[in-house]
């Protein structure tokens, strides 16, 4: 077929099909378009067609759709009105808890983060929240535990963060700087969580990878460097130990956990109440006291001594003399 | 009257249908309920069971009425859409086409007892005869001859253009003059 034909059909269709709605009968439409003779066939169909519109519902179909549109329209009018926002209310509600639900999820399991997990971020952001309320001294000192225990939990796992510990550091200088004055409990935490460092930090210059262990020598610098503004760690600051002289040795003996119980002398009187518990594995000489002797002996830092290592009963001691607490990986030890 | 052709008095039976008022709900079906039977008589085949969609459709309308806004889209056209979508889902629900194949029509189709014979002679013979063509050629028949909508309304309900319901039109057409002349 010959498309410019069949397109001039096409309208003249559709110009016939026009005159026709507009009332005029097929005969006058075809006087007018006389080149649409040849469509009479279709025109003729066309109005066979409408034809078909003379169709409709009978009337008792028509009553009782209407009488079932009327009822639903009244039910609909009847139905407590304040139901509909309510519900709405209510879902509103629903999701906003279930919201509130995976918020706090996602924070609680965000706390145990460490810097390069996923929820890390969410840890820190909610860090900035909880601690929008604290004074400078508070926040400082907040934080420096934070990061301080990110490092011993991290380490735990043989993962060294030389950050972390210059983070804490930082924090805790700060929080010294702008407490020296404080009230006894955050002082007391000043001075637990800077022997906590002392004691990993020696550690870790021994045994962390070499990698980070300059770093880590470096942040154990800085740590002996707070002594003029938090005051010498028991026993004062020790000479870092070196990797190679680091042994591995033995599960603590029944002789060593009884000396464990034991305080040194001078500690015995120093109050701590608020300091916090040595994490396991770090039950020894705050760094620097007893560093000449080896294998050093373990002792329990100030304030832990009568808690925390329970001895065992008098009279089992079987360890050979010079037998030593453990002092493998801190994360051996967990 | 077409489908889409509003009454005068359409906005305020709007209004007063959302209140609940049965009068105006009576009026909007008295206005419609024909057009939305015929356009899904002549899609469905079976008077039975257009009956049913159309009774679906106002219900839905009365449902949906509060959420209606006049933006452009004229209250028939909304109607026409709620049939369109309730045809679509019947369809869907039954996994086929609706129309028999031609030689299945031998025992016609389905008419309601209760309309009248010659309407019924012609009702059924328009059915039979739908069936010759595609399903775009019978959705432009339908739309244009039996609703009664303008080439343009037609397009818009379709989503196609103007010169291409023009084109589908006229092959309908050709058809169904041939399919006539066949049987006459």
Known sequence: ?334 | MGLLTPHPEERRWIARARKGDPEAIAALYQHYADGVYRYLLYRVGDAELAEDLTADVFLKMIEDLPRYEERGLPFGAWLFRIARARLIDHWRRQGRRPLVALEDTETGPQLSQDIPEDEIAVSEMIQRALRVLTEEQREVVVLRFLVGMSLEEVARAMGKSVGAVKALQHRALSALARYLEKVR
């Open chain 1, 1 to 334: 077929m010959d498309p410019k034909r069949d397109a001039h059909e096409i309208e003249l269709l559709e110009r016939c099909l026009c005159r026709l709605e507009q009332g005029a009968d097929l005969e006058t439409c075809l006087r007018e378009v006389p080149e649409a003779i040849p469509l009479r066939p279709l025109l003729e169909t066309a109005l066979w067609l409408q034809r078909g519109q003379e169709v409709a519902l009978s009337p008792a179909a028509r009553r009782r759709l209407i009488r079932q549109g009327q009822l639903r329209a009244a039910r609909r009018a009847a139905a407590p009105q304040a139901s509909r926002p309510a519900l709405r209310w209510g879902w509103a509600l629903v999701a906003a808890l279930g919201l509130i639900l995976v918020l706090l999820s996602a924070v609680g399991a965000a706390e145990a983060s460490l810097p390069g997990e996923p929820l890390y971020p969410v840890k820190r952001a909610v860090e900035g929240l909880v601690t929008l309320g604290m004074s400078p001294e508070e926040r400082a000192l907040y934080l420096a535990e934070r990061r301080w225990s990110e490092f011993e939990a991290s380490a735990a796992r043989g993962r060294w963060l030389p950050d972390l510990a210059e983070e804490s550091l930082a924090r805790l200088e700060e929080a010294a700087r702008l407490g020296a004055e404080g009230p006894a409990g955050p002082a007391a935490r000043l001075r637990a969580l800077y022997e906590r460092q002392g004691v990993l930090l020696e550690e870790a210059a021994a045994v962390a990878p070499p990698d980070v262990r300059s770093a880590l020598t470096r942040a154990r610098q800085r740590w002996a460097g707070l002594a003029p503004v938090l005051g010498r760690p028991e026993g004062g600051i020790p000479e870092p130990t070196r990797a190679v002289e680091t042994p591995v040795l033995p599960e603590p003996t029944a002789e060593i956990l009884r000396e464990r119980t034991h305080t040194p002398p001078g500690l015995e009187k120093r109050e701590t109440p608020s300091a916090p518990r040595t994490p396991p594995g770090q039950e020894k000489t705050p760094p620097g006291q007893e560093k000449k002797e080896t294998p050093r002996p373990v002792r329990t830092p100030p304030g832990q001594e009568k808690k925390d290592t329970p001895g065992p009963p008098r009279g089992q001691d079987s360890a050979p003399p010079g037998d030593q607490g453990p002092k493998g990986p801190p994360g051996r030890r967990r």
